[in-house]
């Protein structure tokens, strides 16, 4: 892998571009309104390297900034403080119509007075491409996204998938480097939702265009996404493969936003850094000692947070060196597996409540009854510590 | 108990059944309405029957006949008034509309400004204070400049109308730009647009509706005039309306109802116009 800051050489293939920086974001801050009381931070110093031939999503909760960064991106805003660079040039001060991405808007935005084909073409007619070859790319594009019959249609006789869709063809036909998507997918529903997930997947990979996706629906970035960068009130909490963020949250906002998840307090013994990454021995409030991972940021000596999934946990009899004990209150059935709710023991009397997800075997019956005092499992490794 | 379903579908009774108010199911209403358009169109249907009368009278029905079309139609006066009308008409409907148009691109594709109030109120002001007074205001200014520096003419009756016609212009453009969205040009900047072709292949076309409908209500508004004009106009600028008016003074007659037919009949065809091009645009 190439190193993050290296400027890419730009007229090499893609083969060997794959891995270099395709959009470097360096300490940009954009502040919109002035005055100390309406002005509003959107961004606060937010640093990114987003790879070439990547699928990258911003996923975060509504008004986290997500729409700015790729406003800023594309050349709609200006950043107030910060770089942007595309594979190693400048593009602060470039208008949008000279920035060679694209944006999917949210709502579409197409030209209500062209047909289907006139707005795929409308990018490569504004290049000054000669016609023959304009034609030629609609005509590839709309078989790409599967609306060859539909090319003389006005755009508002299309349904929301099919306007997605030439939406999506209008953005990609200038092949553009850098293809920006701001929440594509929201207005559809659930069935066309996942069809387009895996569509969408698959011109990534036929096009070798890199993909900046915004969400905030946190299953459909963890499905798409080769990285994820979570954002949350104007920063960047952690990037980091789908896997990364869901087994190895660093932050508690990140635990709590993606998947279910317990948090406990504990007591930071002693670190050790292994090639697996750093891990550190942690005292739970029962006096258990386990093996957690270290988040890559920096981390308070003394009480700390940790956090496991549900499904990284197990049930054992109480006593017996469990982790933690407690009782059973609830038993929540989901047909692949079924949730238990635990009140846990605590100092005070109220620890707190855990669950225990348990995948369904066939045949066998829910053996535990509420009320039941039961030890929770933790093994070395499913624990891992928060930095806040 | 009362049952609901029972009562709503009782033979010979009204349906007795909570529905959703309906203006159109009120008493009275169909009687309203008839009433108001009686009020609003007997007047024309009578001027256009009596426009086809034979006979000199207006309120005496004797023969159909075209004859009142033919002198009007050879009738000096009313062709150089009408032809008048159409060159102020004209003149005044392209300025405005040019002039209401940067006004709406200004007030809605701009970052707001201080002061943005002050202009709508300033482009506004002829709706808002009383045409006579405009009038008077303007009739003087004039006298005042023609006294300078000795230069007469048409011109001053033109700017005259462009300046009332302005707001007129500006509203429907206005309105349509608003209901425009901002991202189709921005979208288009996004694919390679300078800010010029933005404006040609999307701003424009787009707006052009309320472009149309802001000149025809300009141009109708102009040929209508008569206060500012009354004032305004110098000897041998009489508009149509205001040679209709002197005709008046002489009494009423069918020459005067067919001259109205045709000024209604032009804009019908504008109306008709609008609503097409609106249709087609949509
Ligand atoms: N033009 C603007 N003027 C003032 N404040 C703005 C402007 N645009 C965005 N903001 C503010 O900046 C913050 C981030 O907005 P942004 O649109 O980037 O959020 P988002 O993450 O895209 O949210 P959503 O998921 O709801 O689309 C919000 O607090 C918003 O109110
Ligand atoms: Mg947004």
Redesign the pocket.
């Known amino acids: 892998m190439t190193g993050d800051g290296a400027a890419a050489d730009r007229t090499a293939g893609r083969s060997d571009r794959a891995g270099a920086a395709a959009i470097e974001i360096r300490r940009v801050r954009?502040v919109?309104?002035s005055g100390q009381e309406r002005a509003?931070?959107?961004?606060d110093d937010v640093s990114l390297t987003i790879r070439d031939n990547e699928f990258f999503t911003?996923l975060?909760?509504?008004?986290?900034?997500?729409?700015?960064?790729?406003?800023l991106i594309a050349g709609f805003?200006q950043p107030t403080a910060g770089e942007i660079l595309l594979f190693g040039s400048h593009l602060e001060h470039l208008p949008p119509h000279r920035r060679p991405v694209n944006t999917v808007f949210?709502q579409y935005a197409l030209f209500p007075h062209m047909t289907v084909a006139e707005n795929i073409g409308f990018g490569l007619m504004m290049q000054g491409r000669p016609k023959r070859e304009i034609d030629e790319t609609v005509r590839r594009m709309l078989a790409l996204v599967r609306m060859d019959d539909l090319a003389g249609r006005r755009t508002d006789q299309l349904s929301g998938g099919q306007q997605q869709r030439v939406a999506l063809a209008r953005a990609l036909a200038p092949h553009p480097k850098v293809l920006l998507l701001?929440?594509p997918l929201s207005a559809l529903d659930l069935k066309l939702r996942k069809e387009m997930q895996i569509e969408l997947k698959r011109l990534q990979h036929e096009t070798g265009i890199t993909f900046i996706f915004?969400t905030?629906d946190q299953e459909e970035a963890l499905t798409m996404s080769d990285r994820i960068a979570v954002?949350s009130d104007?920063a960047i909490l952690q990037v980091g493969t789908p896997r990364e963020i869901y087994d190895h949250p660093a932050r508690r906002f990140v635990a709590d936003f993606i998947g279910e998840i317990n948090i406990l307090p504990a007591e930071l013994l002693e670190t050790r850094e292994a090639s697996g990454g750093a891990s550190a021995r942690v005292r739970l409030s029962s006096g258990q000692v386990r093996l957690a991972r270290l988040p890559d940021g920096p981390v308070a000596a003394g009480r700390v947070n940790v956090a496991v999934r549900p499904e990284h946990a197990g049930l054992q009899p109480a006593g017996e060196g469990a982790a933690l004990t407690g009782t059973l209150s609830n038993v929540v059935y989901f047909g692949t597996g079924t949730h238990y709710h635990l009140e846990l023991d605590g100092p005070g009397g109220e620890g707190g409540r855990f669950v225990v997800e348990l995948q369904n075997r066939l045949g066998a019956g829910a053996d535990h009854a509420i009320g039941a005092r039961l030890g929770i499992l933790l093994t070395d490794g499913s624990l891992q510590v928060l930095c806040d | 108990m009362a049952d609901r379903t029972l009562q709503t579908t009782a033979p010979g009774g009204k349906p007795a059944g909570r529905r959703p108010f309906d203006l159109k199911r009120q008493t009275g209403f169909s009687e309203i309405a008839w009433f108001c358009l009686f009020v609003l169109y007997a007047p024309i249907a009578v001027l256009i029957v009596f426009s086809f009368n034979d006979n000199r009278s207006v309120t005496l029905w004797t023969e159909f006949s075209l004859r009142w079309y033919r002198s009007a139609l050879n009738n000096q006066g009313i062709q150089n008034a009408a032809m008048i009308s159409l060159q102020v008409g004209a003149v005044a409907t392209l300025v405005s509309t040019f002039f209401a148009t940067l006004a709406a691109l200004a007030t809605t594709r701009n970052e707001r400004f201080r002061g943005e109030g002050l202009v709508y109120a300033v482009i506004n002001q002829p709706l808002m204070i009383p045409e006579i007074v405009t009038a008077v205001a303007t009739l003087a200014l004039f006298a005042l400049i023609k006294q300078l520096t000795g230069v007469g003419g048409i011109g001053y009756l033109m700017l005259a109308h462009t300046v009332f016609c302005i707001p007129f212009a500006y509203m429907p453009i206005r309105a349509r730009l608003e209901d425009m969205n901002l991202t189709l040009e921005q979208a288009a900047a996004d694919l390679y647009a300078t800010p010029l072709q933005v404006f040609r292949r999307i701003t424009l076309p787009l707006m052009m509706p309320g472009i149309v409908a802001g000149a025809m209500l300009a141009f109708v508004v102009s040929f209508d005039d008569v206060i500012i004009t009354l004032m305004v106009a110098g000897p041998g600028e009489t508009t149509l309306p205001i040679y209709i008016f002197g005709q008046m003074r002489r009494g009423i007659t069918p020459e005067t109802n067919a001259v109205s037919t045709l000024i209604v009949l032009l804009s019908v065809v504008l109306v008709a116009l609008l609503f097409f091009f609106g249709k087609r645009r949509r």
Do not use: I, N, W, Y
């Open positions: 954009k919109f309104g509003v931070v959107a961004l911003l975060g909760p509504s008004g986290c900034g997500k729409t700015t960064l790729l406003r805003e949210q701001d929440e915004v905030h954002m104007g």
